[in-house]
């Protein structure tokens, strides 16, 4: 697990961590070719996450090249204060994920690529349990989509016609508005 921060560019506030490096050989007529592939998660702490993968030659040049590659991929997370909204489940491949929201003060239970990624995304509170096939990749993208397959409050209530204060607890509702206009306010200014 790294964390590089960059001092003095405009992304220096982003997360970067590396999940896993592997290398891989190719068998070539006069040996094996050795090259390296890099899981990367890039995130703001902030509700912004992004998974990219690198191969190259070299360690270092896979791992700037998955960072380059998960800032191109980041997408924006709801969340209410610092959990997930509501239980959701991801799956890619023979991977699943599920997320649960958890009762601030928990932390985040999860292993592997999982933790990496809600750390990476600023949520500080949730449970997930990996199902299925253990493939660092796979759990990765079955954990984004958990991520991004949450329905937004709003969303919901829209949908079914009615107020979000209907059919949501005003403690999570409270919550998700709160991180909504934190999100907001520094675009304002």
Known sequence: MARQQRPGSEQSQLDERVIQINRVAKVVKGGRRFSFTA?????????????????AREVPAAIQKGIESA????EVIPMAGQTVVHEVVGRHGASKVMIKPAAPGTGVIAGGAVRQIMEAAGIKDALAK?????????????AMEALRG???????????GKQAEDIVPPALLAAYNSTEAMRARPEES
């Open 39 to 55: 899981l990367v998660v890039v995130g703001d702490g902030e509700g912004s996450v992004g998974i990219g993968y690198g191969k």
């Open 150 to 160: 949450q329905r937004r409050p709003d969303e919901v209530a829209k949908r079914r």
């Open 130 to 142: 990996s199902l299925g096939s253990p493939t660092h990749l796979n759990v990765a993208k079955a």
């Open 71 to 74: 800032r191109r991929s980041m």
